[in-house]
Each structure stands twice: as structure tokens, then as C-alpha cells.
């Protein structure tokens, strides 16, 4: 007989993640990001609501374990060198604006009787933004490497480091005793953890994840990621570092290996599992009797907020000489109450102080106005742009110089490229190829060898698995014109056809495959040209490729032809016999022509060409439709489009990024 362990909290677990799964599709059906949906689905099944999930102590631990997690990745995503960069707006803006906000509040309580400590440890609960939201946000929409980015991450930066300060400051402020030496201590150990991070970037793990890469082991790639991520954290926790900074400084760790990019598709699942959790447990925390019984208190406050930190957080940006527009918008995206003043808030009750001198009553307005101003951020952080080109119209535009000052990464988006994955023998003849026409394309491996003779050879090439989104991201999949998957491991075909197709439904996808019974179920799930045979591999993705450039034909043949005459000697041979593969004719209507198919399923079929307005609304134009072995050119607006035809369109890749709706099946949705 087996007994059954019953585990005290599954129940709870099992409510949470229901509930924030019903309400999170809900807010996505509605066009709202998921952050919100999580905050809603916290006060839902919060003590102080439902009680699906009265216990919080769990959840708290989780929702630690997804802060974590976030800053973290959002540290892979920077480097060191980013970071120099921004020292200024890091030193100037972000102390600007904690010190005046801080100050700020403390007047205006002052004047109503509050006493000063209460007032400073007001100031401090409302000087702090949310790291979590806000750089969860602008990592969702791509946004990290803008202007705004990175003078919001900036600024939270410095509010990070000044919590190490604000909590050492609550015994004082309390009353209690603390001396100045240790104090100093304190801040001594953080400084020395952050020359420790340092040294570990440039030395140390770029060497260990180089040796872990090497092994072509997934599971110990994600191993020693996740081990350098928690290390860092505990060293800080050591040194009575904030845990945020922590995992923010273990992400740079990372960041500055060849390899941060797979390290961060590896732990984004994670993150994605833990960060919903913590936005559940701010949510559980709000009391939503109170928010009924004062909503104008609470609105007023919120309102207050919002206006004093987009007025001071945009005033220390233009001190520094960045245009209103950009610290107008930057301004509104910090414009919240954040996560870890809910850890100042408990470190002062458990001290004697709470907001405002006002004990209970002063803890729920804190805990619900915080609520709220997360759950407007996303709609702050749109608003942003709109405000801030609203002011640059003004006479605040003479306060600063209307040049970004900040340069985001200048780097060069792909579009209309090809995508190789595997940089085996067809994948290096196709490089060599595609250089010499002048196509643009990038290459996927996940050998660290071949990656560093890429680079050394400037190659564009990204290290990862293409297996995961995130890789396909970077490589621009959205915008791809060809997906070639010439890789040495056929297993991992179905999944990169399967993520390529869904997430560009225009794409063209070529395989290569060793095996003839393997075609069919390839081409169910999204190859265009599966390829099986061995030396004839190279010469078929040859020309496929260059005939979706609109490489005349007659060149692309007499080409194959000498390279079957030569014996693929060609192929086989020097890079110097290469220049015999040198094609002509290559052109802007070679690179935005796309041959799109018509899926079972997809919204575009059964529908005319004249219902999908595809010129009117993407710019595009459909040049010809192929059907069975009929070609239809120039189609009318009444033709109805079938499945299984393939439309030659002809628009930028935008355009095509754009339609991709209308081209994904519900199976790819």
C-alpha cells in the first residue's frame, strides 16, 4: 500500500494558479498586459477577499524567488559597459530624485504635524519605484536598450542601492540604537561586493560557462546559470545587500559572456512562473473593504504620487540635459510606490513606525495605493511618449538640448535576412554563398567553438538553442525572410519549424533532413522544402534560397550545373573556388519578395483579396496566386483565396511582421 504525502499548501498553490490563469486570459482578451491580471488575481483570492489562499507565508517566499529571477534577467540584458555609460544619469538623476522626493514629503507632512521620523520614513516609502514592473515592462516591448529605458533602469539603480540605506536608517529613526561604524561597515561590505562582481565578469565565469558550453549539456548549462544567479544573491544577503541589487549584479556576472544570451532563454521560463507569483502576493496584501469605504483618499493620494515623482524623477533628468520628452516619459513610467518599500514598510512596523505617523489606517492607504499604482503603470508607461512630445511643444522645451544625450545600441535591424541554424558543412557553403551575394543573414549554433571562429571571422552569429524563442527572437525571426535549418541534430527540427512558423507565418522554411520518411511530418508542421538528401543537401538549399531573392533562374542552374560537373568539388573544396557561386541580379524586389502559403485554418483563407485590404493596410501586394499548377497573376480584389495557395507578395518586412495574424493557424496560436 502507497501512502499518499499530503503536502499542506498544494491546495493553495492550486488556487493561486488557476485563478491568475483565468484572470491573466481574461486581461489578454481585453488587450491588458499580464501584470495587471496577476495584481487582480491576488486581491481575489487574498485573506482579505476570498481567503482561497490564506496562508501567505509561502507565496512570500515564491514571490522573493521571482524578484530574483526578474532582476536578474534584466541584468543579462545590460553589461558593464552599458552601465558606465549611465553613471551620470545613476549618480545624478536617480539621487536627484530620491532626495527630493524624500524631502519633498517630508515638508508637506511636516506641515500637518507629522512628526520628522515618521515624515523621512514617509519620504522613504514613497521615493522607491518598482523595479519589477517597470523593467518588466520595458523588457516586454522591447524597449530596455531606448533612451527611456535605460534612464528609468538608471534611476532605479540608485534607488536600489539607497534601500541598503534606508533600512540601516530605521533603528535611528525609530529611536533605536545603531552606531555610525557599523553603518559603515555595512556599506563597505556592498562596495566590495560590487569590485567581487566585477572581477567574476571579466575572469572568472565567461570561463566556466565556456567550459559548461563546450559539454553540450542543456540541463548543466541551466545548472550552473542558476547557480551563479542564487551564489550572487547569498553573497549579497551576506553583506546585508539589497536582494534586488544582488541579483541585478549576478546578471552583469553573466552578461558579459558570449554566452548570456542562451543563459537567458534557459531561465526565462522560470521567470515567467516566479514573477507571476510575486505580483499575486502584492495583490493579496490590499484590503479592498478599505478602497471601498475611501476611495477619494485613496485616489487623491495615488494622484499625489504620480504627479510628484513625474514632476522631481523628470526635473533630475533635465538637470542632466536630456530633452523633456524623454524625461517626461521616464518620469511617468517611475511614477508608482515599488515592491521593496513593501520591505522597508515591514522593517518599520516591526520598529514602531508607520506611514505618516497614522498606524493601521497609514499601512492600508501605504499597501493600497501602492496596489493601484502598479496596476496603472502599464498604462503610465504608455502614456509616456505621448506626454512627453505633448511638453517638448511647450516652452519646457528651451530647459534642455533636443538630443537624446543617451544613445541607445545602434544596431542594425535584420530584416528580410535568412536564419541559419547549424553551422555545419551546408550551413558554412551557404555563409559563403550568401556573403558574396550580399543577402543578409545570421547564424544559430550551439557549438562554442564554432561560434567563437564566426565572430573571429565576423560572422553574424548568436549562440543558442533554436529551440527556444528567445534565440529566435534575437535573430530577428519576425522579420526573417528564410529559416534554413541545416543542423547536425534532426531531432531538434520539429520544435525550431514550430516556433519559426508561429512566429512568423510569412517565413519560408528549409530543412535538411537524413531521412526520406521524415519529409512528410516536416512539412505537416510547417517546412516549406524538406531536403533529404546528402550532398545534394547544399546544392537544393542553394537554390532555394537564391530564388526567393529573385535570382534569374537561368543563373542559379548553370551554377548547380558546374557544381555537379566539378563532382561538388566546389563544395568540398577551398574557399577560394567559392567566387564560382558569385551571383548577379540581386535587388530591393529580390529582398521584399515573399512566397507566403495559405494554411488550413488561417483567417486568410476563404476570404478575398479584396476583405483583406492587404494593400490598403500593410502595403502589400499580392503579385501572383500559384494554385495546384495554375498560376494566377495580378488577381483581382473578388479572387478567393483557397488553402494550400501560395501568394508572391511583395512589401517591406514590417509589413510582413505586421500581417502575421493573418497568415498563424489556431493550431499556431
Given at each position: 500500500m502507497v501512502l499518499a504525502v499530503e503536502l499542506p499548501f498544494l491546495n493553495e498553490l492550486v488556487a493561486l494558479f488557476l485563478v491568475s490563469v483565468g484572470i491573466a486570459y481574461l486581461c489578454?482578451?481585453?488587450?491588458?498586459?499580464?501584470?495587471?491580471?496577476?495584481?487582480?488575481?491576488?486581491?481575489?483570492?487574498?485573506?482579505?477577499?476570498?481567503?482561497?489562499?490564506?496562508d501567505q507565508e509561502l507565496v512570500d517566499i515564491l514571490a522573493e524567488i521571482g524578484v530574483i529571477l526578474?532582476?536578474?534577467?534584466?541584468?543579462?540584458?545590460?553589461?558593464?559597459?552599458?552601465?558606465?555609460?549611465?553613471?551620470?544619469?545613476?549618480?545624478?538623476?536617480?539621487?536627484?530624485?530620491?532626495?527630493?522626493?524624500?524631502?519633498?514629503?517630508?515638508?508637506?507632512?511636516?506641515?500637518?504635524?507629522?512628526?520628522?521620523?515618521?515624515?523621512?520614513?514617509?519620504?522613504?516609502?514613497?521615493?522607491?519605484?518598482?523595479?519589477?514592473?517597470?523593467?518588466?515592462?520595458?523588457s516586454q516591448r522591447n524597449e530596455t536598450d531606448t533612451p527611456t529605458g535605460q534612464l528609468s533602469l538608471a534611476v532605479l539603480?540608485?534607488?536600489?542601492?539607497?534601500?541598503?540605506?534606508?533600512?540601516?536608517?530605521?533603528?535611528?529613526?525609530?529611536?533605536?540604537?545603531?552606531?555610525?561604524?557599523?553603518?559603515?561597515?555595512?556599506?563597505?561590505?556592498?562596495?566590495?561586493?560590487?569590485?567581487?562582481?566585477?572581477?567574476?565578469?571579466?575572469?572568472?565565469?565567461?570561463?566556466?560557462?565556456?567550459?559548461?558550453?563546450?559539454?553540450?549539456?542543456?540541463?548543466?548549462?541551466?545548472?550552473?546559470?542558476?547557480?551563479?544567479?542564487?551564489?550572487?544573491?547569498?553573497?549579497?544577503?551576506?553583506?546585508?545587500v539589497s536582494l534586488a541589487l544582488g541579483a541585478f549584479m549576478a546578471g552583469l556576472v553573466v552578461s558579459e559572456s558570449e554566452f548570456s544570451e542562451q543563459a537567458l532563454s534557459e531561465i526565462l521560463p522560470l521567470r515567467t512562473i516566479f514573477n507571476a507569483v510575486f505580483f499575486v502576493s502584492v495583490g493579496m496584501l490590499l484590503d479592498f473593504s478599505y478602497v471601498l469605504e475611501y476611495p477619494l483618499i485613496l485616489l487623491g493620494v495615488a494622484l499625489f504620487v504620480i504627479l510628484l515623482k513625474l514632476v522631481i524623477t523628470s526635473a533630475g533628468l533635465l538637470t542632466l540635459g536630456y530633452p523633456i520628452r524623454i524625461a517626461a516619459a521616464s518620469g511617468l513610467a517611475l511614477a508608482q510606490i515599488g515592491e521593496f518599500s513593501f520591505v522597508l514598510e515591514r522593517a518599520g512596523r516591526l520598529a514602531g513606525l508607520t506611514p505618516a505617523g497614522m498606524g493601521e489606517p497609514g499601512s492600508q492607504i501605504f499597501i493600497a495605493v501602492s496596489v493601484l499604482l502598479m496596476i496603472v503603470t502599464p498604462f503610465l508607461l504608455n502614456a509616456g511618449p505621448a506626454l512627453g512630445t505633448t511638453l517638448a511643444r511647450t516652452p519646457l522645451k528651451k530647459l534642455s538640448q533636443e538630443s537624446d544625450g543617451l544613445q541607445a545600441d545602434q544596431k542594425k535591424a535584420l530584416e528580410d535576412h535568412v536564419i541559419i541554424v547549424g553551422y555545419g558543412p551546408a550551413g558554412r557553403h551557404l555563409v559563403q554563398v550568401l556573403h558574396k551575394t550580399g543577402i543578409p543573414y545570421v547564424v544559430i549554433e550551439m557549438n562554442p567553438e564554432s561560434v567563437k571562429e564566426m565572430k573571429a571571422n565576423n560572422i553574424p552569429a548568436i549562440y543558442g538553442d533554436a529551440g527556444r524563442e528567445h534565440i529566435l527572437e534575437l535573430a530577428g525571426i519576425a522579420t526573417a525572410k528564410l529559416?534554413?535549418?541545416?543542423?547536425?541534430?534532426?531531432?531538434?527540427?520539429?520544435?525550431?519549424?514550430?516556433?519559426?512558423?508561429?512566429?512568423?507565418?510569412t517565413l519560408q522554411i528549409i530543412v535538411r533532413t537524413r531521412y526520406l520518411n521524415e519529409v512528410d511530418r516536416l512539412e505537416e508542421l510547417g517546412a516549406d522544402n524538406v531536403i533529404p538528401e546528402e550532398m545534394e543537401t547544399t546544392v537544393r538549399i542553394f537554390s532555394h534560397v537564391l530564388g526567393a531573392y529573385m535570382i534569374p533562374q537561368d543563373e542559379i542552374e548553370e551554377h548547380i550545373q558546374t557544381l555537379r560537373a566539378h563532382d561538388y568539388e566546389?563544395?568540398?573544396?577551398?574557399?577560394?573556388?567559392?567566387?564560382?557561386?558569385?551571383?548577379?541580379?540581386?535587388?530591393?524586389?529580390?529582398?521584399?519578395?515573399?512566397?507566403?502559403?495559405?494554411?488550413?485554418?488561417?483567417?486568410?483563407?476563404?476570404?478575398?483579396?479584396?476583405?483583406?485590404?492587404?494593400?490598403?493596410?500593410?502595403?502589400?501586394?499580392?503579385?501572383?496566386?500559384?494554385?495546384?499548377?495554375?498560376?494566377?497573376?495580378?488577381?483581382?480584389?473578388?479572387?478567393?483565396?483557397?488553402?494550400?495557395?501560395?501568394?508572391?507578395?511583395?512589401?517591406?518586412?514590417?509589413?510582413?511582421?505586421?500581417?502575421?495574424?493573418?497568415?498563424?493557424?489556431?493550431?499556431?496560436?
Open positions: 489578454y482578451r481585453l488587450k491588458l498586459v499580464p501584470i495587471v491580471g496577476f495584481l487582480i488575481a491576488g486581491v481575489i483570492i487574498g485573506p482579505n477577499a476570498l481567503a482561497l489562499v490564506p526578474l532582476l536578474f534577467t534584466i541584468g543579462i540584458e545590460f553589461s558593464l559597459e552599458k552601465l558606465n555609460r549611465i553613471r551620470k544619469a545613476i549618480l545624478v538623476g536617480g539621487g536627484f530624485q530620491v532626495t527630493l522626493t524624500t524631502l519633498a514629503v517630508v515638508g508637506l507632512l511636516s506641515a500637518f504635524g507629522v512628526s520628522l521620523s515618521s515624515s523621512i520614513y514617509t519620504g522613504f516609502l514613497v521615493a522607491l519605484s518598482s523595479t519589477a514592473i517597470v523593467l518588466g515592462l520595458f539603480i540608485f534607488q536600489d542601492l539607497a534601500i541598503i540605506v534606508m533600512v540601516l536608517l530605521i533603528p535611528i529613526l525609530a529611536g533605536q540604537s545603531e552606531s555610525t561604524l557599523d553603518l559603515l561597515l555595512i556599506l563597505g561590505k556592498a562596495v566590495l561586493l560590487i569590485v567581487l562582481v566585477i572581477v567574476l565578469a571579466r575572469r572568472i565565469v565567461p570561463w566556466i560557462l565556456e567550459k559548461v558550453a563546450k559539454t553540450r549539456k542543456r540541463e548543466l548549462f541551466l545548472l550552473t546559470v542558476v547557480a551563479i544567479c542564487f551564489g550572487t544573491v547569498a553573497l549579497s544577503s551576506m553583506a546585508n529559416c534554413v535549418i541545416a543542423t547536425n541534430a534532426p531531432s531538434a527540427s520539429p520544435r525550431i519549424i514550430s516556433l519559426a512558423r508561429h512566429n512568423n507565418p566546389i563544395l568540398r573544396g577551398s574557399v577560394q573556388e567559392a567566387h564560382l557561386m558569385v551571383l548577379q541580379g540581386l535587388d530591393e524586389e529580390g529582398l521584399h519578395t515573399r512566397a507566403v502559403v495559405v494554411r488550413e485554418g488561417a483567417p486568410v483563407a476563404g476570404k478575398t483579396l479584396q476583405e483583406l485590404q492587404l494593400r490598403n493596410r500593410y502595403n502589400l501586394t499580392v503579385l501572383t496566386v500559384r494554385r495546384n499548377d495554375k498560376t494566377f497573376g495580378n488577381p483581382a480584389g473578388d479572387f478567393r483565396l483557397e488553402p494550400g495557395d501560395r501568394l508572391i507578395m511583395v512589401g517591406l518586412a514590417s509589413r510582413f511582421a505586421e500581417c502575421a495574424d493573418l497568415f498563424r493557424t489556431p493550431l499556431e496560436s
